[in-house]
């Protein structure tokens, strides 16, 4: 399993979360997704054997949030 924290603007509330977490979370190969508002960041574990990288932070820009 692989780690990574990605910084994630236009993240301002609650339904974000949602959108990230169940978005990213739904993906096959991500064990956990949390997202840390404050810090404007997203924790992904992950399987890079199963998911990439560029996979989970598409994901995250369809839901309609820059991936830096």
Do not use: P, R, W
Request: proline share 0%; hydrophobic share 40%; glycine share 10%.
């Amino acid at each position: 399993m692989e780690n990574v924290t990605l910084n994630v603007s236009g993240m301002s509330c609650g339904h974000c979360v949602k959108a990230v977490e169940g978005s990213v979370g739904a993906l096959q190969g991500v064990k956990k997704v949390a997202v840390k508002l404050d810090k404007g960041q997203v924790d992904v574990e992950f399987d890079a054997n199963v998911v990439s990288i560029n996979t989970i932070k598409e994901t995250i820009d369809d839901q309609g949030y820059d991936v830096k």
